[in-house]
């Protein structure tokens, strides 16, 4: 069986766009699509999430690919054990370093109460588990048409869980019933107030993502074989983000929400660029400096993935002087404090942090150590 590195580039793209959007040098200076949506709507920014479970379906087509030959106990042994490790991973990158600076810049532990539980790779998490879980018991076919079920499911939960008022910040039922559930002092408050975007209630369309993914992994592996099976691959992805926008006009594309219209055009933008990555590599045998860097990303996502997250909160977290001021913001300023375009080297700052995160991907390579659950 081939091994399409196309696969790899794009998950190390997408691994390196994420690092990009997520470490500005000042939040309060970012280009539009260098930040997320501020509700309905679809940035680059918006793109990087729906990728990553995308190319999680991409290498499950992989890893599963003998399940129906394995013992069940096995079977559910690997899927259980990568669940738990990127679930406790994601709780672990929240609340990690355990403690935090008060008012009067003194240590004190983070209470539980505070702990937030969801995230990125508690989403992972669950729509990988949930994917496994239902191509080990209804196949592919089956798979299929329950993604597009819950696509259609999870619209109708919330439009008729709040008919006046169903797309808002306020509207959408899942914040009332996460508030209710977990606790509000538990959920993300990047938005104001009590609002979490990786919660559970949302996470159907993201496993419908994910599904696509699979699915079109196991396409790949077993039938792109020329110009015209790439040819159905762009065909899909430009019908989803035809559909996805069309849909959008009564369901409105929200990352925030994750609407069945912003999963449906999101993977259709994924399958086309997907597209385009198998054309230039696998059929022109295009190669050079982007695509080895693209392709260190994709040998230890998740071990760089976490790392990334981990610096920052390092360095932010150590106080420098009487002024109490974070290594962070210190290290920006200290290269790009002069520089007249706030937003230009707020973004170069970023790229200075994934050069960073590749130099150590290119080590680890370099030596073959590969990282994986």
Not at 118 to 135: D, E, K, N, P, T
Not at 159 to 187: C, K, M, Q, V
Not at 196 to 213: C, R, Y
Request: charged share 15%.
């Amino acid at each position: 069986m081939t091994r399409f590195k196309s696969l790899d580039i794009f998950r190390g793209f997408t691994l390196a766009a994420m690092i990009l959007v997520n470490n500005p040098g000042n939040y309060h200076h970012v280009f539009p699509q260098l930040e997320h949506s501020i509700w309905h709507g679809c940035t680059f920014t918006d793109l990087i999430f729906p990728f990553f479970l995308f190319a999680v379906g991409n290498s499950m087509a992989f890893s599963l690919k003998n399940s129906d030959q394995q013992a069940p106990s096995a079977y559910w042994q690997k899927v259980a054990k990568r669940t738990g490790i990127l679930f406790m991973l994601g709780i672990f990158l929240n609340v990690f370093p355990f403690v935090e600076w008060n008012s009067l810049h003194k240590l004190e532990w983070i209470p539980f109460a505070k702990y937030r539980y969801f995230g990125v790779l508690q989403r992972i998490a669950i729509c990988y588990f949930s994917c496994a879980m239902l191509i080990y018991y209804f196949k592919d076919k089956g798979t299929i048409i329950i993604g597009v079920a819950f696509l259609l499911f999870y619209w109708l939960i919330c439009y008729y869980s709040n008919p006046s008022d169903p797309y808002s910040l306020e509207g959408w039922f899942g914040t009332a019933l996460d508030i209710r559930i977990f606790g509000a002092s538990h959920l993300y408050h990047g938005e104001g107030t009590a609002f979490d975007p990786e919660d559970i209630w949302s996470v159907l369309p993201a496993i419908s993502q994910t599904i696509f993914g699979y699915i079109t992994g196991k396409y790949i592996i077993q039938k792109l074989t020329g110009k015209r099976e790439l040819m159905n691959l762009f065909i899909v992805g430009l019908s989803f983000i035809l559909i996805g926008y069309l849909w959008s006009f009564v369901f409105p594309i929200n990352k925030k929400i994750w609407t069945s219209s912003y999963a449906v055009f999101s993977t259709g933008i994924a399958l086309s660029f997907l597209g385009i990555l198998i054309y230039l590599i696998e059929f022109q045998n295009i190669r050079g400096k982007i695509y080895t860097v693209l392709d260190d990303f994709g040998k230890n996502t998740l071990f760089i993935y976490c790392l990334s997250g981990l610096i920052p909160t390092i360095f932010s977290f150590i106080l420098i002087g009487d002024t109490h001021q974070n290594l962070w913001n210190l290290s920006y300023h200290f290269l790009f404090d002069s520089w007249q375009n706030q937003r230009l080297s707020s973004a170069l700052f970023a790229l200075l942090f994934v050069a960073l995160n590749w130099l150590i991907a290119y080590c680890l390579r370099k030596k073959k150590i590969y990282i994986k659950i």
